[in-house]
């Protein structure tokens, strides 16, 4: 069962990986939004068990997809990538996406909430959760809403 974290700040979320793999879960982290998008658009949709995305990120290399203008400034580059995925693999996204980030701008904290409201993803922001523990429960949490949901599908 394999968690993909989406973020460049990978020294602070040790703690947080090392909590999920408490758990039972291999964590791949991912650096760049590019890198991201490349491998979770097109990977086995059976090796995504979920995605956590920060929503400022990083971009490797900016093309159409990720640059200056498409990010606002590179301010809403997770939020890019979050369109991107839910557009090229709506079997998939958002469900199985977790917003996991320490914005603060008005603007951005406004869009996180819309998403939350509108798909029902949630949204942490990381200063809530200095203790890596509570963090992997959340998550667990998340990923038995989500088995809970494909049972009522059926």
């Known amino acids: 069962m394999t968690i993909y974290f989406v973020d460049e700040d990978k020294g602070p979320l040790v703690p947080y990986r090392s909590a999920l793999e408490l758990l039972g ?13 490349s491998l979770l658009s097109s990977c086995d949709p059976a090796s995504i068990t979920l995605v956590i995305l920060d929503l ?27 369109d991107e995925l839910v557009a090229s693999r709506p079997e998939l996204f958002p469900r199985r996406i977790f917003l996991f980030s320490a914005i603060y701008k008005e603007g951005a904290l406004i869009k996180a909430q819309r998403i939350n409201q509108q798909y029902r993803v949630p949204f942490l922001r990381k200063r809530t959760y200095s203790n890596a523990a509570d963090f992997g429960l959340a998550v667990k949490r998340r990923l038995e809403d989500i088995d809970d949901k494909q049972l009522d599908d059926k």
């Open 25 to 37: 879960f291999e964590v791949e982290p991912i650096e760049f939004a590019d890198d991201a998008y």
């Open 56 to 82: 400022m990120l990083a971009v490797r290399q900016p093309d159409d997809r990720f640059n200056e203008r498409t990010t606002v400034n590179w301010d809403e580059t997770g939020f890019c990538l979050f």
